[in-house]
């Protein structure tokens, strides 16, 4: 008695030989995205000039590359008015270079309130949104920002 192998039939079906089937379509191959959009993760303010760095050597490396700082937690505090860094260099000229880059940065609200802090201790560079992890959902799920956290 002859035994049945499915092995030849499978083979002929992955090669799209076999008759009366068609074989599935490759992938297509991801369409080019026509502007590189990014968004940068900081809620820690100990990673912020290392960040700040980061988003100037992606934006001399891509120069039209659309960036967004997004920060919430401890992260806001180098976006807040009179921040320096460890060594008492002020945020705000750097964050101001890279918004005149286009750069944009954004606030968590909630951290605001939580915080008891108004949006006048926000330097003027930065947007205020209701929630910072929200914003970085939906920059990437309605805008097609990919993530980075430095």
Do not use: W
């Amino acid at each position: 008695m002859r035994t049945f192998s499915p092995a030849p039939f499978l083979f002929a079906l992955l090669l799209g030989a076999a008759p009366g089937i068609q074989a599935a379509a490759p992938l297509a191959a991801a369409a080019p995205v026509d502007v590189e959009k990014v968004v940068y993760h900081i809620n820690d303010s100990d990673n912020a000039m290392v960040a700040l760095r980061n988003v100037q050597n992606h934006i001399n490396a891509s120069q039209s590359a659309r960036i967004a700082v997004v920060t919430h937690g401890k992260g806001i505090d180098f976006l807040l008015k009179g921040a320096q860094d460890k060594n008492g260099n002020p945020y705000e000229p750097m964050v101001q270079a890279l918004k005149d880059r286009g750069v944009a940065f954004r606030v968590c609200n909630n951290t605001l309130n939580s915080r008891k802090l108004d949006a006048s201790a926000v330097i003027a560079e930065a947007t205020i949104v209701p929630s910072g992890v929200a914003e970085i959902g939906r920059l990437q799920a309605r805008e097609g920002y990919v993530y980075l956290k430095p």
